[in-house]
């Protein structure tokens, strides 16, 4: 059966066809339903344009500053007023807009290296080796810590300010590792260098503007590179062994020196007893020959035996002495005469 058929009711053939056909029968199987389209009125236009309006403005006009943000408005692109934390109210964009930036957090700047998501360390060869003054190559990984001083010039001044921190902070680092050796870098240098660095780049930042201001900076590993780290290490294994024998020398150094004095000193002292005591017993002597010469001359006779006896008394302690007078001959064998004693016999 044609197509057509379909289309024609009253052609033989067609059940239900001819004169006598009507009602129902007479549709088609593949009449589409129409939608009825209700007519647009002017009313519903200002609902949409109410409903519309109320979706871009409640948004926009409110807006919340946290504790630790500072809310800047502009108006039209200009700057226009700064916010402190709470709810605030604008104009809604773009009649205004309004930035929270955190003016309190302590944002993180690495220079050699970057953090990964997982806690790990990532090396950036190109920004952690540095040229030394003595023409010797380090390996330096630097934090630099920095906050929003100014929000305004923080917002408006510099595009990228983070970017702008780590590549003056790497270009004054190479600065300052230039003009020292590499045994100050790696070792008592340290402290000097991020002092230094903290002010020249705080002096570059503040020159750009860009309201950021530095909190610290933290040399986190200063080493040689992997290829000369084992002959540095003898070095430094050398450097000590060097300072250890130089501190040994130094301690014989200051305990012997002392000593040496003290003896050197006693030495000195014993002599200048000696010599007093000479010259005390040579002025003693003296002043006693002069008395004894005294005497001698008021008794010349008895004095002279008295020195006799005391002298012989001194010279044979030991040995039985006999002193016998010019009258007598012989020797009393019964004269009691004890060793070491004198006996003047006279005969009278």
Request: aromatic share 8%.
């Amino acid at each position: 059966m044609p197509w057509d058929d379909l289309h024609e009711p009253g052609k033989p053939g067609n059940k239900g066809g001819g004169s006598q056909g009507g009602g129902s029968q007479d549709k088609s199987p593949f009449d589409i339903p129409q939608i009825q389209i209700p007519k647009f009125k002017p009313s519903m236009f200002w609902i949409v344009g109410g409903l519309l309006l109320m979706v871009w403005i409640i948004p926009g006009t409110f807006y919340f500053v946290e504790p630790d943000e500072e809310g800047v408005v502009v108006t039209f692109g200009k700057f226009s007023r700064i916010t402190q934390p709470g709810m605030h109210f604008k104009f809604p964009s773009p009649i205004e807009h309004a930035s929270t930036p955190k003016v309190r957090k302590i944002r993180r700047a690495e220079i050699g290296f970057r953090t990964t998501q997982g806690g790990g360390l990532q090396k950036v060869p190109a920004e952690a080796l540095m040229l030394t003054g003595d023409q010797n190559i380090i390996d330096i990984n630097l934090v630099v810590q920095y906050k929003v001083m100014d929000s305004v010039a923080y917002l408006f001044n510099v595009r990228r300010v983070h970017k702008l921190v780590r590549n003056i902070s790497e270009t004054v680092v190479r600065g300052i590792v230039g003009s020292r050796k590499i045994d100050e870098a790696l070792t008592t240098g340290k402290a000097a260098i991020q002092i230094t660095a903290q002010e020249q780049i705080q002096t570059l930042l503040n020159k750009h503007e860009s309201g950021v201001q530095i909190v610290t900076i933290q040399l986190q590993d200063v080493h040689p590179p992997e290829q000369v780290a084992s002959a540095f290490k003898d070095v430094v294994s050398a450097r000590e062994d060097k300072e250890r024998m130089i501190n040994e020398a130094q301690g014989y150094r200051n305990a012997v020196i002392p000593e040496a004095r003290g003896q050197a000193a006693q030495i000195v002292r014993a002599s200048e007893a000696y010599r007093e005591e000479k010259i005390n017993m040579a002025i003693g002597d003296s002043q006693r020959f002069i008395l004894h010469y005294n005497e001698y001359k008021k008794a010349p006779s008895i004095t002279r035996k008295r020195i006799y006896l005391e002298t012989m008394e001194e010279v044979l302690p030991s040995m039985q002495k006999f002193v016998l007078g010019n009258n007598k001959q012989g020797v009393l064998p019964i004269l009691p005469l004890r060793p070491g004693t004198l006996a003047d016999v006279t005969g009278k």
